[in-house]
């Protein structure tokens, strides 16, 4: 069984800063990409960043020059740093994480987590 928690949401004002993280346990092998999506009210689920084993990021073209994605491998975990944030920020921020829970597995399982809100206001 595998678990991804997030943290670090909670409301901020435009143009401030914030910082999710999210944690994954449980039988872990190996964990490959992760990434940060989103979904505002009425909306469909959007990528927000991603990030490679090795590190290489991605972003969506509107979070670019703002959000910093990065990751602890040893700690199975991945950061997204919000700055400068505004409105059109708000959302149910969602990690997510491909991995293999055993040596012997051929394929990735994707996971997600519950969820964490962020709402940009002044």
């Known amino acids: 069984q595998v678990q991804l928690v997030e943290s670090g949401g909670g409301p901020v004002q435009p143009g401030g800063s914030l910082r999710l993280s999210c944690a994954a346990s449980?039988?872990?092998?190996?964990?490959?990409?992760m990434g940060w999506y989103r979904q505002a009210p009425g909306q469909q689920r959007d990528v927000v960043a991603t990030?490679?084993?090795?590190?290489?990021?991605t972003y969506a073209d509107s979070v670019k020059g703002r959000f910093t994605i990065s990751r602890d491998n040893a700690k199975n975990t991945v950061y997204l740093q919000m700055n400068n944030v505004n409105a059109d920020d708000t959302a149910v921020y969602f990690c997510?994480?491909?991995?293999?829970?055993?040596?012997?597995?051929?394929?990735?399982?994707?996971?997600w987590g519950q969820g964490t809100q962020v709402t940009v206001s002044s």
């Open positions: 997510n994480a491909g991995l293999r829970s055993h040596a012997y597995e051929l394929r990735l399982t994707n996971y």
């Open positions: 990030i490679t084993r090795d590190g290489s990021p």
């Open positions: 449980g039988t872990i092998f190996r964990v490959y990409h």
